[in-house]
């Protein structure tokens, strides 16, 4: 068990341009989470996906904001066209199935930093 | 939005020393958990209180939850230099979502310094 992991760690881009962030999750977790942190601010749930499904979507998740999980596993989170204001930590979370001891607990992974110029 | 707050923003006490963080929050809960953050990186699991539990111990920490006054407190004892990060509470909603997913809603959080 190697953890949730996050690519990139950091990204640094301008105004206007598209960025993607790749979620790896724990690989027996069926459902996945994305979380918006800014500075000094606890997380702000974005998505939740079970298996491939995306099941609920945040209303600050605007129409520039996109996310997969094509096969179940990985999940990517784009942004496009981004603004000053998407500057922040992206976290993703992992969880086992319903009825799985910590079933529960989300495990998250180290996030990604977009810095927006 | 922020489910609540915690309560001291910040917190600096000498190793050794307990730290007590409060945590309030606004709606009917299933769960609250406690995460900690060290500086700019993911949050670690520490705990999970159910809406039935009052209180529940786990090494060095004891939480306490109180649905009638829609709070809970973190007690870290024998605190030390490692325990220096944010601490957030996190409730897990009643309203389940689909598929068994649970949105967790953090709070504020607390900055805990422990110094040497």
């Known amino acids: 068990d190697t953890g949730v992991s996050q690519n990139p760690r950091h990204k640094i881009t301008k105004r206007g341009q598209n960025v993607t962030f790749r979620c790896d999750p724990i690989?027996?977790?069926?459902?996945l989470y994305w979380y918006r942190q800014t500075l000094g601010q606890g997380p702000e749930f974005l998505t939740y996906f079970q298996n491939e499904a995306q099941l609920e979507k945040s209303r600050l998740l605007s129409d520039r904001f996109s996310a997969e999980r094509p096969k179940g596993s990985f999940s990517t989170l784009e942004i496009q066209r981004t603004e000053q204001g998407d500057s922040a930590m992206y976290l993703c979370?992992?969880?086992?199935?319903?009825?799985?001891?910590?079933?529960?607990?989300?495990?998250f992974g180290p996030g990604t930093r977009l810095t927006v110029l | 939005s922020q489910q609540g707050e915690e309560d001291p923003q910040a917190l600096s006490i000498q190793e050794g020393e307990n730290a007590t963080m409060n945590c309030s929050y606004k709606t009917s809960i299933n769960n609250l958990q406690w995460y900690r953050q060290n500086s700019g990186r993911g949050l670690v699991h520490l705990i999970l209180i159910r809406s039935n539990e009052r209180e529940k111990h786990s090494g060095r920490l004891r939480v306490t939850l109180d649905t009638s006054k829609k709070s809970s407190s973190l007690l870290i004892t024998a605190s030390r230099a490692a325990d220096t990060a944010s601490y957030f509470c996190a409730t897990d909603a009643l309203t389940i979502l689909t598929g068994g997913g649970n949105k967790l809603t953090f709070g504020t959080g607390t900055q805990l310094k422990v110094e040497l």
């Open positions: 979370a992992s969880s086992p199935r319903v009825g799985s001891r910590a079933y529960n607990e989300q495990f």
């Open positions: 690989s027996e977790h069926n459902r």
